[in-house]
């Protein structure tokens, strides 16, 4: 939506293989943000990447899960060994500059990732 | 802390009426911004209306108004001549000085015929 991509869309994935997300922000964007939504759930706060840095990952679980932003390419979500309570739909934003979403802040569609 | 508190998890309205969805925030920074998204049934989040926290005027996008009392910190939203369009769940969000939104639980809105 608003020029922020996600893909795959859907994506299945057996337990203990590696789910690999990615978002390619909006044009003149440095800054992606990764939300997670369980099943029934409000949005939540994942982790917050400038290119090729790491600005906030609080919210990320500290094993399995890994997110990069490389100079060049898609912000990457990886994660590793899924499990079926990763099973969310995973989404990403962008932002202009540090901290700052400006007056709107647009998501991607989003990948839904069912673990089986 | 910054934190979204939703109160209704359901709502109806009948076709062409307004309704209203609560959002009541709390945070400690004195700038901020307040966000409402619409997710309908197909899953992605659509932005709706933004108020930033130094606003004088409530924000307002087409049928879509928010109710911004800072002194109660609530920023309901309003939403006039409902269509069946409009059944989704819409989310309030807030946004901190370190650029994260923080997101409530999300009201389900049924538009009846």
């Known amino acids: 939506n608003a020029g922020v991509m996600q893909n795959p869309r859907h994506l299945v994935r057996r337990r203990g293989q590696e789910a690999r997300l990615r978002c390619s922000p909006m044009?003149?964007?440095?800054?992606v943000y990764w939300y997670r939504q369980l099943p029934e759930e409000g949005l939540k706060f994942m982790v917050y990447l400038q290119k090729e840095n790491i600005i906030d990952e609080s919210g990320m679980p500290k094993e399995r899960f890994s997110a990069e932003f490389p100079k060049e390419g898609p912000s990457i979500l990886r994660i590793q060994q899924v499990v079926r309570g990763d099973s969310a739909a995973y989404f990403c934003?962008?932002?202009?500059?540090?901290?700052?979403?400006?007056?709107?802040?647009?998501f991607g569609q989003g990948t839904r990732l069912t673990v089986v | 802390a910054q934190k979204i508190t939703q109160t209704q998890p359901g709502m109806f309205v009948q076709e062409k009426e307004a309704v209203t969805l609560d959002c009541t925030y709390d945070?400690?920074?004195?700038?901020?911004?307040l966000f409402w998204y619409k997710q309908p049934s197909s899953g992605e989040m659509i932005f709706l209306i933004y108020q930033g926290s130094y606003d004088q005027q409530n924000a307002t996008e087409g049928r879509y108004s928010l109710n911004f009392q800072k002194a109660r910190k609530s920023a309901n939203l309003v939403i006039s001549a409902s269509q069946l369009g409009d059944s989704a769940m819409y989310f309030c969000a807030i946004k901190n000085q370190g650029g994260k939104l923080i997101f409530g639980q999300g009201t389900e809105l049924s538009v009846k015929p």
């Open positions: 934003a962008s932002s202009p500059r540090l901290g700052d979403w400006g007056t709107e802040a647009f």
């Open positions: 044009k003149g964007h440095s800054h």
């Open positions: 945070t400690s920074d004195p700038s901020y911004g």
